[in-house]
Every structure is written in C-alpha cells, then in structure tokens.
C-alpha cells in the first residue's frame, strides 16, 4: 500500500497539471509523508516508469476484472460516466494553478488505456494503450478516445500505443477507429500489431489537426479496404506509407481526400492489383506536385472519378506505358481543377468501357495539347464538361471520338479560351438531349460548322453558343429543334455576329427564350417567320443590346411578348425612333404603311400580322419656291442618297407674260446655281428656287438695205459704195427694237455675198461699215454698248457684238431697248477685181439677241 502512495505523490512532486481525478489510495496512505518517500531515485524516474506502476494496481487477469464487483480504492470505477453539466469555470488562481494533473484509467478490450489531463479549464488528453489483461484492444466505439459525453474524442491530442509490455492487437474491422477526433495531433502505432487488420476505411477521417502518424512496423496485408483513411486530415503534411502492403486491398475511395497540406507522397511499393475503387484517392491534395503511377497495376479498377480532383499544384503525372484502365467505367471528374498540369500522356488509357467522361479534364488552365485520339469513346454517355474552363487549351483532336450513344454535353468545350478552331465534323449527336453552354465563352473561335449536328433529341439549347467575342458565322442549316425545349441565352453576347440562319428551327415546344439573342450588339437581321412562340412563357431580354437589329421578319406565329426589343438609333436626322413595315421598299428605304414603337410592334405581332419590319427612316423633303410664279410643285418625299431628277418636276406658271421658266436653282435669283439633278444629302428640307428669264425677243430689224445699182468693176482699187436713198422714206427703217432681261448680248452677222442666180459666182472681202447708236427707251440702267457712235467693221461670216450687259450685274438691262445704225455711216466698200460684169449680188444680215454673254 506505501508503494501505491508513493507513487500518487511522485506525480504530484514533478508538477504535473490539476488533477481532475486520480487513482483512489487505502486510509491509511494519507499518513505517509511526502518527506518520506521522495528519495533522489523516485524523482529522477521517467514519468512512464511511473505511470507504469500505476497501471500496475489496476487488476490484470480476467479473474481479478470478473471479481471486482464493487470500487476498491485501487481504482475509480470503469463505469461510462453521465454526460457533465456545462458550467462556466471559475477564474483561475494560484491553487489552481498549482494543481496536480490528473490521470485516468480504462480498459480497452484487454488493454488499459491510461488518460492523461493537460491544461486548465478546457483540458487535452493524452492516451496511452497498454497491455492489460491481455494484449487485444477492444471494438472501435468502446476506445476511450470515441467517448464524445467525456470529450476525449474533441480533446485527445495523442494517442500512443505502447507495445513495451506487448504489442496491443488490432484485429478485425478497425475502420473509423481515430474518426473525427478533432483535436488529435500525433499517433503512434508503433506499438500496434496490425497484422491480422483487415478493415482501415475512415480510419482517421476528419482528424484536422494531425500532424504526424507513426506507421513504423504497422503490417497492412490483410487489409482489405481503406476507403477514407486519411479523409480530411488536411494538417498533415506527410504520411510514410512505403512500407503499406496493399496488396489485398480493393477499396482506396477518398484515401487522401482533402489532404490539403500533404506535401508528397511514395506509392512505390503500393500494390494494387486487386483495387477497383480509386474514387475521389487524391481529391483536394493541394500541394502535391508530381505523383508517379508507373508501378500501379489498375487493370481491376471500375471507378477512377475525382481520382486528382482539386490537385492544384500537380504539374506531372507519370503513368508509365503499362497501366491498364481496360475496366474503369467512370472517369468523371478525374483531372478536374489540375489547374498546374501542362502535359498530359494518356497514350496507355483503354477507355472502351468507360460511359462516363464528365468534366474530366475541367479547369486543368495549363494543358495546351490533348492527345486524346485513342481514347475509344463507343460506350460513353455523358461528356458534360469534359472539357469546360481549359482556357489555355489550343489543339485538341476529336476526329476519332465516336460520341453515338452521348446524351449529355451540356458545358463540354465551355471556357475554352484559347482554341482557334473546333472541328467536330465527326460528331454523332443523334442521341444528346442537353446542349446547354456546350460551345460558350470560347473567347477566340470566329466560326462554326455545326451543319452535321443531329439536335432531334435536344430538349436544352440553353447559352449553347453565348459569349463567344469573335465568332462571326455559324452553320445550323441542319437544326432539328422540334423536341427543344429550352433557348434562353443561346446566342448572348456575340458582338461580332450579323446574322444567323435559323430557317431549320421549329420552336414549337420551346418554353423560355429570355436573353436568346441578347447583347449580339451587330447583329443586323433576323427572320423569325418559321417560329412559333405559342409555348414560350420567357422572352425577358430576348433582344436586349441588339442595338443595330434593323430589320426583324415575324410570321403569324411569331408573336413577341416583353422582350426587350430596342428602339431604333436616332442618329441625326436620319431615323424617326420608330419602327415601319418595309412594303416594297428596301430596309434604307422603307416604303411599308404602318409604323410604330417597339411595344406596339408586340401588340402588331400578338395579333399574328407576318409582316417585316424595319427602323423608319426620316423622310427628307425637297420643297419648291416659285419665286414669284404659280402652280408651284408639291414637296418631293425622299431618302439620304435619293437621285433627284428635276426634269419630270412640273414647271410653275411664270409671274407673267413676259418671263420664261430658265430652271431650278439653289439660291434665288442666282442662275448659276441652276441643277437638273442632285443626290438628296441628310438635310431635313431642300429648298430650290424657280429662276426666271425675261422674254427675249426681237421686235425690228433693219431690212433691206440697198446700195447702189450699176457699180464697175475696177481692177485697180477697190470701191467703197453708200446706201441708195432713193430706196427710203424713213430711216427709222434702220433700227432694231428688242426686249431682253439681265445677261444679254445684241450682235450682227453678215453672211457672204453671191449671185442669187449662180452659188458660184460670189463676192469675196466684202465689208461693211456701219455706225450703231444705243437709244435707251426704258429698264433699268443701260448696258454697255459697243462701238456705240463708231465705226462697226463687218466681215464675210464674221459677228459683231452691237450691245451687252455687264457679266454678273443683274441690274443691268432688263427692259425694252433700241438701237438705230445711222443711214449715212452705212457703207460697202467692194475690193479690186470684185463680181462678175453684168452679175448683181446680195447678202443677209443677222441680228441677234442671246442670253450668253
């Protein structure tokens, strides 16, 4: 009995934590004094020599364990104890403080699980597992450590299994055995005999605090599963399993899943030819980077879904050229988020029975190239995702894919930024029924060949081919969307479109076609006359940002609802804000008879009128002043660019008689600027002016001059002759009266002088002298005149200018005027040798009045 209370007070002496409780001594042990017993040996003892002591007092043979039907003060009771009152903990004080720690004792099975209190008031415990009565440790649920009411199972930091006295036995089904202790930080097995283990799944799942695990000696061949053995222990950041004989282990689904802070791992000497679950194995081994598989023989293994999932730092995978794959069925998820691999060598993958291939390469950002060309895809029935977000992809090579039974490729090239082109050509399709985002947000295709596509079973076109910045064409021309049910953001946000055929879709059964073409901001056209909107419970932003749609075909089943139509652009003057029916015109220059807002074109087709629609355009008007004339023309009606031809315009009726219509001109009074044709600028009005011209006539002229009969020729000099005045009365006879208006010219011309009965008897170098006077009657100041009060020399064949107005003064000359030639100044002069003898000759003078001056 002194023994047993030495031992109490050993522990006491060497400053351990306050005890909350401690192995009961006899009476009469309060007597012995420390003093006493606290020799130089017992305090220099390791702290296990004496725990072990401790656990010495506690019965060890099956008999003593059977026999102890009441508490001796050897030992607290076993008894599982009631699940404590929270109370809030005193403050601390230096009693407290100073407290011993306390140590607990229980049996495990056949071994003695000694507890030991670290701390104050929120307590860690230390578990050591010894032998006992025995060396086999009891079930999973009966470890002190799974106790939750006593929290050791949130509080145990570590648990040691001490093998000095004989390694404890962990036989049988050990699955979840450290299971969601919380606060566990280091185990050590070292003192385990796990050779006749045959169930470690979840065997440490949801330790989040362990750091570290001493497998030295652990012996795992008979094991058969360890699904979930270190799930979520994402402290850890190593874990020695080279020396792990798995050879007989068929499940390792979740293994390391959410090993966040697992650095590396050797799987050299792992064995895996008899698994067939690696499902989610590496999930969430963020910190890895080079994993090696060239030893793994997976020729067993049905389901390698999430295998890397979520591995963000893993650069390199080696599988080496033997692996096997030939009965995986599912490798969804299998790279997904591998966001650092850039090369990937998948040459030694048998994926003929695989039918599920869903975003197994998702989110891997760096991979460039993917040779997947021996992939054989016969049996796969989902590729949603497959390769969503592989934004650095470039080349992919698909034309061996054999996607016949496919129904699922909703997402499956969505995000891939960087690929330039995209054949699928060979792509069987008959089976989809979810296209939904399949070719959306690939930032650098400008064109697509969809024209092969067999969509009779798609139900879900949802975003299919939104968000792609250069795609300028696409080729639907073999569309069959009767089974459609879903359009909504199918062609979002493709600025560089113009327009789409889409003369194969039957819309029938769609539902929702909210934001279908939304923000396609050049998209200039679309003829929606094939589609039937009577199912359609959606158009919200079906046309939003369509902001340069200007022409838009609705047949009588096309009926929109609220849609987000745009108002057409006012630019300038060019655009009323409305829409118009474009009739026999062009959509420049719509000649439709209906016109109206963007809610009462959805009024227009609820009523289901087929019928085209176009922005109106501003009609430019070409108006007429008659300047002073009447019967003036109704404004022309036209559009920018119109070829305005004034010839068919109806000239007005002149201000009065003496006026004549000289043209349209563009500035009033100003015939320089007279047009018979012009192209309609984008002016709002064009006004054009009547310009007119005073009559222009003359009244008289001189007539018949006669000069003298019976002239002789003479060789010698020529003869100059004057007018006969026996052949006048009057010589008002020579003057010439004429009306004019502003720019005009009075000349004479004399002809050549003949025989009127012989053409070839002629006089040549005839002249004639003559002086003109300028008589102003009435008008407007006088023009200039020439040789007014001089001498005029005319020729054979030759004009004169008599009188003239000024160029460009207008207010020269309108008027009525008269000019007299004086009879005396009238002469002939006759050359030498002139005429025939016996001949007589005559000739014509000319006058006249011309507006050109």
């Known amino acids: 009995?002194?023994?047993?209370?030495?031992?109490?007070?050993?522990?006491?002496?060497?400053?351990?934590?306050?005890?909350?409780?401690?192995?009961?001594?006899?009476?009469?042990?309060?007597?012995?004094?420390?003093?006493?017993?606290?020799?130089?040996?017992?305090?220099?003892?390791?702290?296990?020599?004496?725990?072990?002591?401790?656990?010495?007092?506690?019965p060890t043979s099956e008999e003593e364990v059977n026999n102890a039907e009441t508490p001796t003060e050897t030992t607290d009771s076993i008894d599982e104890p009631e699940a404590p009152i929270d109370i809030e903990p005193p403050a601390p004080t230096p009693e407290t403080l100073s407290a011993p720690r306390a140590v607990t004792t229980v049996l495990w099975g056949q071994t003695k699980c000694t507890i030991v209190e670290e701390g104050d008031y929120y307590p860690d415990y230390t578990i050591y597992v010894r032998a006992g009565g025995g060396n086999y440790a009891g079930s999973v649920d009966s470890a002190p450590w799974k106790w939750y009411f006593d929290k050791y199972q949130s509080r145990t930091k570590r648990i040691i299994f001490d093998g000095s006295a004989g390694k404890i036995h962990l036989s049988g089904d050990k699955g979840r055995l450290f299971s969601q202790c919380s606060s566990l930080e280091y185990v050590d097995l070292s003192g385990a005999d796990t050779s006749n283990t045959e169930n470690m799944a979840w065997m440490f799942q949801n330790c989040t605090r362990l750091k570290s695990i001493n497998f030295s000696g652990v012996k795992t061949r008979e094991v058969t599963s360890m699904q979930g053995m270190f799930e979520n222990c994402n402290s850890i950041s190593y874990i020695d399993v080279s020396n792990f004989d798995t050879r007989n282990v068929t499940n390792m689904e979740r293994m390391f899943l959410s090993c966040h802070n697992l650095d590396s791992l050797n799987l050299t000497n792992f064995t895996t030819n008899e698994v067939t679950n690696m499902k989610h194995m590496f999930n969430g081994c963020e910190r890895i980077n080079n994993l090696n598989f060239s030893n793994f023989d997976v020729s067993k293994v049905t389901d390698m879904s999430h295998m890397f999932e979520n591995c963000i730092s893993l650069s390199n995978i080696s599988f080496g050229y033997s692996c096997n794959t030939s009965n995986v069925e599912n490798m969804s998820y299998m790279f997904y988020s591998c966001a650092k691999l850039s090369n990937l060598n998948l040459n030694c993958f048998d994926t003929s029975k695989v039918t599920n291939m869903s975003y197994m390469f998702s989110k891997c950002y760096a991979i460039k190239n993917l040779s997947i060309n021996k992939f054989d895809t016969s049996r796969v029935t989902d590729m949603e995702g497959m390769f969503e977000n592989c934004n650095g992809l470039q080349n992919i090579s698909l034309d061996k894919f054999n996607t016949s039974r496919v129904t699922n490729m909703n997402t499956m090239f969505y995000g891939c930024k960087s690929l330039y082109n995209l054949n699928l050509d060979n792509f069987n399709t008959s089976r989809v029924t979810d296209m939904s985002s399949m070719i959306s947000r690939c930032d650098n295709l400008s064109h697509l060949d969809l024209s092969n596509f067999d969509t009779s079973k798609v139900k879900s076109m949802k975003n299919m081919l939104s968000n792609n910045p250069k795609l300028e064409s696409i080729?639907?021309?073999?569309?069959?969307?009767?089974?459609?049910?879903?359009?909504?953001?199918?062609?979002?946000?493709?600025?560089?479109?113009?327009?789409?055929?889409?003369?194969?879709?039957?819309?029938?059964?769609?539902?929702?076609?909210?934001?279908?073409?939304?923000?396609?901001?050049?998209?200039?056209?679309?003829?929606?006359?094939?589609?039937?909107?009577?199912?359609?419970?959606?158009?919200?932003?079906?046309?939003?940002?369509?902001?340069?749609?200007?022409?838009?075909?609705?047949?009588?089943?096309?009926?929109?609802?609220?849609?987000?139509?745009?108002?057409?652009?006012?630019?300038?003057?060019?655009?009323?804000?409305?829409?118009?029916?474009?009739?026999?015109?062009?959509?420049?220059?719509?000649?439709?008879?209906?016109?109206?807002?963007?809610?009462?074109?959805?009024?227009?087709?609820?009523?289901?009128?087929?019928?085209?629609?176009?922005?109106?355009?501003?009609?430019?008007?070409?108006?007429?002043?008659?300047?002073g004339g009447q019967n003036v023309p109704s404004p022309i009606k036209a559009y920018k660019g119109d070829q305005i031809e004034l010839s068919t315009v109806r000239i007005p009726t002149p201000p009065s008689d003496n006026?004549?219509?000289?043209?349209?001109?563009?500035?009033?009074?100003?015939?320089?600027?007279?047009?018979?044709?012009?192209?309609?600028?984008?002016?709002?009005?064009?006004?054009?002016?009547?310009?007119?011209?005073?009559?222009?006539?003359?009244?008289?002229?001189?007539?018949?001059?006669?000069?003298?009969?019976?002239?002789?020729?003479?060789?010698?000099?020529?003869?100059?002759?004057?007018?006969?005045?026996?052949?006048?009365?009057?010589?008002?006879?020579?003057?010439?009266?004429?009306?004019?208006d502003h720019n005009w010219k009075l000349t004479v011309t004399m002809a050549e002088w003949c025989n009127p009965d012989d053409n070839t008897d002629t006089l040549t170098g005839v002249q004639m002298f003559m002086n003109n006077q300028l008589t102003h009657q009435d008008g407007a100041p006088a023009p200039s005149t020439i040789h007014s009060n001089q001498q005029v020399v005319l020729n054979a064949g030759e004009t004169q200018t008599l009188v003239t107005t000024t160029a460009g003064n207008s207010a020269d000359g309108t008027g009525n005027w008269q000019s007299t030639i004086d009879f005396d100044s009238v002469k002939l002069k006759i050359p030498r040798y002139g005429g025939r003898e016996g001949s007589y000759y005559t000739s014509q003078l000319t006058w006249s009045l011309d507006d050109t001056i």
């Open 1 to 58: 009995m002194k023994k047993r209370a030495l031992a109490c007070l050993l522990l006491i002496s060497i400053g351990l934590q306050p005890i909350a409780s401690i192995l009961a001594t006899e009476a009469e042990t309060s007597t012995v004094s420390s003093e006493e017993k606290m020799t130089e040996e017992t305090i220099e003892r390791p702290l296990d020599t004496m725990t072990q002591e401790l656990l010495e007092s506690v």
């Open 475 to 627: 080729d639907l021309s073999s569309f069959d969307t009767s089974e459609v049910t879903e359009m909504g953001g199918m062609f979002g946000y493709n600025p560089k479109l113009e327009s789409i055929d889409l003369s194969s879709f039957d819309t029938s059964k769609v539902t929702e076609m909210g934001g279908m073409f939304s923000y396609c901001i050049n998209l200039k056209s679309l003829d929606l006359s094939n589609f039937n909107t009577n199912e359609v419970r959606s158009m919200l932003s079906m046309f939003s940002g369509c902001n340069q749609l200007r022409k838009l075909i609705l047949g009588e089943q096309t009926k929109l609802q609220q849609c987000g139509i745009e108002t057409p652009t006012i630019i300038g003057t060019l655009f009323t804000g409305k829409w118009t029916t474009i009739g026999n015109g062009t959509i420049e220059k719509p000649r439709g008879d209906w016109s109206g807002t963007p809610y009462d074109l959805i009024v227009r087709s609820q009523e289901g009128i087929a019928d085209t629609y176009v922005w109106e355009t501003r009609y430019l008007s070409v108006v007429f002043d008659g300047n």
């Open 659 to 740: 006026y004549l219509f000289n043209g349209w001109s563009t500035i009033l009074d100003d015939p320089s600027t007279i047009i018979e044709s012009f192209v309609m600028p984008n002016k709002s009005l064009v006004v054009l002016y009547a310009n007119w011209k005073m009559k222009m006539h003359i009244n008289s002229v001189p007539d018949n001059i006669i000069f003298k009969n019976n002239v002789m020729p003479n060789e010698y000099y020529s003869q100059i002759i004057s007018v006969n005045p026996k052949s006048y009365s009057s010589k008002n006879n020579f003057e010439t009266k004429w009306r004019g």
